[in-house]
């Protein structure tokens, strides 16, 4: 039978395999802490086995497993720290970016609603944020419209599918009419509120010349069957007539200034292309 000391240090070291099952800690296997091996010493002193008796040894065992699970909980995961430290940092970052994200998500829900720029205290409000939170993912608003304005617009072109130079005019005339429309419905309120920052913002006037480019290319291989059949000067006039007409301002003017409804405003679409190319429809 184990003299009471070594009971002692056969049960210190079963507690060190505890604490690192539970923790994780592999230095516990062969380095316990000498806090743990010195209490674990003490409640060998404070609960001798003779005290309880060989009838007992049960009561003894439990409390000998309930004091251990204790001290294992209880021990410090040093080898873990930096592990730990990366994981508040992820952390902050994940925080930070679902911040920025109820951000624009407010702006752009404010812009739809009001076809207008939000002012911060607004946009604050709406996110949850305080209105420092707001200048410290952006500095001005400008930067932030301008998020929401990309947005907006990379959605609305990711669904304007090209039409084929493929088909009857008039049928060509019909899907264009109708992909482009719903394409400057999307960004009608955003386009609307961009009047009042596109004179001052650079970033502005540079993403209006490339969804005009844009345009321009799909009127070219939308009709470009008609269009190569026109003389050199004649081909360029009919391509800047049609640019114009169906231009993201054309369809502001007919939808808010004009108070056009969709169809309507989508009819005078087609009379002008129609107009236009004299095509029989």
């Not at 743990?36 to 000998?64: D, E, H, I, N, T």
């Not at 739809?112 to 709406?126: G, H």
């Not at 006039?237 to 004009?258: E, S, V």
């Not at 129609?274 to 029989?280: E, H, I, N, P, S």
Request: proline share 4%; charged share 25%.
């Amino acid at each position: 039978m184990l003299s009471h000391d070594r009971r002692c240090a056969a049960e210190t070291s079963e507690a060190t395999r505890a604490r690192s099952e539970l923790t994780g800690d592999k230095l516990a296997r062969s380095a316990p802490s000498r806090s743990s091996g010195s209490m674990q010493s003490s409640l060998c002193v404070l609960l001798p086995r003779s005290k309880f008796g060989r009838g007992r040894g049960a009561v003894y065992s439990w409390m000998k497993r309930f004091v251990m699970t204790i001290l294992a909980l209880a021990a410090p995961a040093t080898a873990h720290a930096g592990g730990n430290a990366e994981t508040r940092i992820d952390g902050r970052n994940l925080r930070a970016e679902h911040t920025r994200r109820k951000i624009v998500a407010a702006t752009r829900a404010l812009v739809e609603e009001t076809f207008a720029l939000p002012k911060v205290a607004e946009i604050a409000l709406r996110a949850g944020v305080s209105v420092r939170s707001v200048f410290q993912h952006f500095q001005e608003v400008d930067s932030l419209f301008l998020v929401v304005f990309d947005e907006i617009l990379g959605e609305a072109q990711s669904e304007w599918e090209a039409v084929e130079p493929i088909g009857p005019l008039a049928g060509r005339i019909e899907a264009f009419v109708t992909r482009r429309a719903a394409a400057c419905e999307r960004v009608l309120p955003v386009r609307f509120a961009a009047i009042a920052v596109e004179a001052s913002s650079p970033g502005m006037v540079e993403r209006a010349k490339v969804a005009r480019a844009l345009t321009r290319q799909n009127i070219e291989r939308a009709f470009r069957p008609e269009l190569d059949r026109l003389q050199p000067n004649d081909r360029r006039q009919m391509l800047d007539a049609l640019r114009a007409a169906l231009d993201w301002d054309m369809w502001m003017t007919m939808r808010r200034f004009h108070g056009l409804p969709v169809e309507e405003a989508q009819a005078v679409w087609h009379k002008i292309i129609t107009g236009l190319m004299g095509a029989d429809v």
